[in-house]
């Protein structure tokens, strides 16, 4: 059992950044794999990105693509999604969820956080 506490969202201006942090409790959290996913008002959820369980490998969607960097502190048990050059289009509550299978569907991942919204104003 995995539990997931996403923090670091808040209200930012255009082109600024955020840090959003993923904390798990468990001791197998380091086995599993990350995915940040966002959902923004009428609109349905989104992949964003993941990372492996070593942290060597990451995908990022094509619209955050250059701007979000995931990342991930085992010994921390936290999975980081750094954010730059945020834009309006970015605003959405952003979720962490965690799997045993490498993927970009939302409903392959078995634990999920509460989410932490983000808000980017023009």
């Known amino acids: 059992q995995v539990q997931l506490v996403e923090s670091g969202g808040g209200l930012v201006q255009a082109g600024g950044s955020l840090r959003l942090s993923c904390a798990a409790s468990?001791?197998?959290?380091?086995?599993?794999?990350v995915a940040w996913f966002r959902q923004a008002p009428g609109k349905e959820r989104e992949f964003v990105a993941r990372?492996?369980?070593?942290?060597?490998?990451?995908f990022y969607s094509d619209s955050v693509k250059g701007r979000f960097t995931i990342s991930r502190d085992n010994a921390k048990n936290t999975v980081y999604l750094e954010m730059n050059n945020l834009k309006p289009e970015d605003t959405a509550v952003y979720y962490c969820?965690?799997?045993?299978?490498?993927?970009?569907?939302?409903?392959?991942?078995?634990?999920w956080g509460q989410g932490t919204q983000v808000t980017v104003s023009s």
């Open positions: 969820a965690a799997g045993v299978r490498l993927t970009i569907r939302d409903y392959e991942y078995d634990y």
């Open positions: 468990g001791r197998t959290f380091s086995t599993y794999f």
């Open positions: 990372i492996t369980w070593s942290g060597a490998s990451t």
